[in-house]
């Protein structure tokens, strides 16, 4: 059982949602669960599963546990999404390990982040992830050159920058994101895997020193250590608020199988960072809801912040109560991203970052170098705009 139960059944009131969240126990449950099939809903299995891009394990599970449970066109209908989640994740790991190549061949050094790669590194299978993008991580240096080469491959930013617009993107973002065959193939290239303001010391250049190597499609690539890993994937985790249980799985199954994870250094690397609240929710999160192993002084170390527990259950109100059906506002998000950090330096940080301008604020309105000061100023309206906009999306019955 977990160490520290955080999925209430006032929260999972429905088998459906336990049946979801089932999906890495040994099957006695799941079978005692579908014994029953006529009282699952099982569009509500598949629809949530879905949203928290997880199709892929559940069926992998179902079908090896209780198949013989499940109504016929219900596990028909997994094993295709199952399908063709293992074709695009072929074709994409493909494309991935040929743009490596490419990277290679001009000097270039790179490493594939989350995607293909932790579907191997973490789950040891390609077709238990769902992924949808290629995020590969260079040297800021780099990160131009890198850009004409896939440029020259067909690839194209969604706007056309000019320079200027470029150069002030460099210097407020983390990553480019470039796509072709009319945006079904996307590349993101990463120079940090997260912006300094939003997770102080995460930087790129601080992971090249500590690669580990791996086998991707028989070729073998480099990926980050698993302590570097797992840390971002906290912060990755946070900063979008966990509202996908897939990012929860990802941390769960990367402690599940590096059972070399040396947990005093992942400890010191995210204390000296100011991470360790993104990092110890993420834990509590992976082993609250997942069972997750952890060591006992690490599980100590999660009891002790308090804060951890208020935040891991506003997250899983997210994820199976109604208020999930709503994209976190403007003012929800903030206000998460400030308790999640425990420092008023790391918070100042955050509130920097919130004032920075996003491609979205460029492209909406351009504007020459001169006056690109501008850019911050009308950030704040941005937010609201968007918040706005997306908020009407749901109204209209066309979000989540």
Same mark, same amino acid.
């Given at each position: ?263 005093? +250094?992942? !400890?010191? /690397?995210?204390? @000296?960072?100011?991470?360790?609240? %993104?990092?110890? #929710? *993420? &834990? ?80 909406? +309105?351009? !504007?020459? /170098?001169?006056? @690109?000061?501008?850019?911050?100023? %009308?950030?704040? #309206? *941005? &937010? ?17």
């Amino acid at each position: 059982m977990p160490f520290m139960p955080v999925v209430s059944d006032e929260l999972t009131s429905r088998v459906e949602d336990e049946l979801v969240l089932l999906y890495a126990e040994t099957g006695a449950r799941i079978k005692a669960i579908t014994s029953s099939p006529d009282e699952v809903d099982w569009d509500y299995v598949y629809q949530l599963a879905r949203s928290h891009s997880v199709l892929p394990l559940i069926y992998s599970q179902l079908s090896t546990t209780a198949a013989a449970n499940v109504p016929p066109d219900q596990l028909a209908r997994l094993k295709e999404s199952y399908q063709d989640n293992v074709a695009r994740n072929l074709l994409l790991t493909a494309e991935l390990c040929r743009i490596l190549q490419t990277f290679a061949a001009a000097g270039i050094e790179a490493v594939p982040y989350k995607g293909p790669a932790l579907a191997v590194y973490a789950y040891g299978k390609l077709a238990l992830r769902r992924f949808v993008d290629l995020d590969i991580l260079v040297r800021k240096a780099d990160t131009l050159r890198a850009k004409e080469l896939l440029t020259a491959e067909g690839f194209v930013c969604g706007t056309p920058w000019t320079n200027a617009q470029q150069a002030l993107l460099m210097r407020t973002q983390h990553n480019l994101s470039l796509s072709r065959e009319e945006g079904r193939l996307v590349v993101e290239l990463h120079w940090e895997v997260a912006s300094s303001l939003f997770a102080s010391s995460l930087q790129a250049e601080e992971f090249w020193g500590r690669l580990e190597t791996m086998r991707l499609n028989n070729v073998v690539v480099k990926t980050l250590s698993a302590e570097d890993l797992l840390l971002s994937l906290c912060v990755h985790g946070s900063k979008h608020l966990w509202e996908r249980l897939a990012w929860i799985c990802d941390v769960a199954e990367l402690a599940k199988t590096r059972t070399d994870l040396d947990w005093g +250094v992942l !400890l010191e /690397r995210s204390a @000296s960072s100011g991470n360790d609240r %993104m990092l110890f #929710l *993420g &834990l509590h999160l992976a082993s609250g809801v997942l069972d997750a192993p952890l060591p006992e002084h690490v599980k100590s170390k999660l009891r002790a912040d308090t804060m951890v527990a208020s935040l891991a259950n506003q997250v899983l109100k997210r994820l199976f109560g109604a208020v999930g059906r709503t994209p976190a506002s403007i003012s929800q998000t903030i206000r998460f991203n400030w308790a999640v950090r425990a420092g008023w330096r790391s918070r100042l940080r955050y509130c920097r970052l919130l004032l920075q301008p996003t491609d979205a604020d460029i492209e909406t +309105v351009p !504007l020459p /170098r001169p006056l @690109s000061f501008v850019y911050y100023l %009308m950030r704040p #309206l *941005g &937010l609201l705009r968007r918040d706005r906009e997306r908020r009407l999306v749901v109204g209209n019955g066309r979000g989540r």
